[in-house]
Nanobody
Framework: QVQLVESGGGLVQAGGSLRLSCAAS????????MAWFRQAPGKEREFVAR????????VYADSVKGRFTISRDNAKNTVYLQMNSLKLEDTAVYYC????????????WGQGTQVTVSS
């Protein structure tokens, strides 16, 4: 059973930065996606970014391109989301998820971490 544990959320002023971390308890298949999603109050969960193992190919939502960077530490089975130039509309609960093997759907989810951007 895979467990995903997020950390790094908090309160930040608009224009500031935060880095989220997501540690996976085990590696599953050799090829998989790890992604970040977010859900703001009253809104549906939306895709933010993903990274592919082992290629490292990244994909971003248009709303975060140029501001957020997803990266990984293979040795630690950890994925990061560096968030810069934060906006009020980035306020949400951020979730880490794993699609393993690729195409099976995001079957594994973390508990979520709150990010609040203030003016």
């Amino acid at each position: 059973q895979v467990q995903l544990v997020e950390s790094g959320g908090g309160l930040v002023q608009a224009g500031g930065s935060l880095r989220l971390s997501c540690a996976a308890s085990v590696r599953t298949f050799s090829t998989y996606y790890m992604a970040w999603f977010r859900q703001a109050p009253g809104k549906e969960r939306e895709f933010v970014a993903r990274i592919t193992w082992p290629s490292g190919i990244t994909v971003y939502a248009d709303s975060v391109k140029g501001r957020f960077t997803i990266s990984r530490d293979n040795a630690k089975n950890t994925v990061y989301l560096q968030m810069n130039s934060l906006k009020l509309e980035d306020t949400a609960v951020y979730y880490c998820a794993m699609d393993s093997p690729i195409g099976s759907g995001y079957n594994y989810w973390g508990q979520g971490t709150q990010v609040t951007v203030s003016s």
